[in-house]
């Protein structure tokens, strides 16, 4: 393109505030290359095989269900009692978090390593839009990886009973809240796990450390008491959980904070883990020696 044509390109453009629509732009730009490499990177593979271990083990549950003529639990309230369990454990606690930690670390650690950040740092473009595109493009890869996988496993769960049973709960609006509940959950995980994933790629040279840390601190929370649990982030998710569920006998029993509050609470977080992911950006040295 010309600089002719960019000038009457850029012309035409509608300014709502001086700068603004170049800043999307270059937003809607950066957002389409990071989704694509996210999704169809090397990285993103790991991701594929996490989310699709729960729709494997919902699968032949569900088959063998059929194979033997009767399903597991007698009434599908017990079953999707233990979605919540098998949702809160496995997908919550092990896919959405590992599976966030593979997308947001490698955001900006994983072009350290290959030597390309200095492409994006020698661009005119504000720190601010890089990050928050970015962190986009991971946020929307996650959603759309573990959102599936919740949406599959949860459609197997009702295999067993017959579509009839489903299109009776979809009706009635029991499965569409409680599938809606567990997508919204889903993604706040990736809001809030994703936004501190981004940060400690930045933060941390290996981040793997980081990484176990954060995973012992979420794994130990129920045991944690009150003063301590609001430092952690699945708290706030589990408190979302359409069915509530029993930790064990060695958990501290503590009220489920507000919705508005754990809704709240993860935008805050993700704000504030956004702006100092921006702080250090601003700050960043590219050393590849030293890497």
Known sequence: MNTGQ?????ARAPLLIPGLSLWIRQLLAIFKIEFSKALFSRCAFSCYALALLPVLIFAVAAFESLDQGEPVFESIEGA?????????????????????????????RG???DRGIHYYLLTPVRREVLVTAK???????GFVLFGLCTVICFVLLYLP?????????????IATQQLGQYLGITLLACMGYGSV??????LFRNPLIAIVLIA?????HFILPPA??????IYYLKGLLPIPLDEGPLAVIVAPPPVWVSIFGMFGLCLLTVMGTIFLLKRLEVKYTDE
């Open 111 to 113: 072009e350290i390593l």
């Open 80 to 108: 999707r009692e233990v979605f919540g369990y098998i949702y809160s454990a496995l997908i919550l606690g092990a896919v959405v978090f590992l599976g966030s930690a593979a997308i947001f670390t490698t955001l900006f």
């Open 135 to 141: 962190y986009l493009a991971g946020l929307a890869c």
């Open 6 to 10: 960019f000038a009457a390109d850029y």
């Open 197 to 202: 994933f981004m940060a400690t790629g930045l």
């Open 161 to 173: 009973y017959g579509m009839g049973q489903l299109v009776t709960d979809l009706t009635s609006g």
């Open 216 to 220: 012992g601190w979420e794994g130990m």
């Open 228 to 233: 301590l649990k609001i430092f952690s982030i």
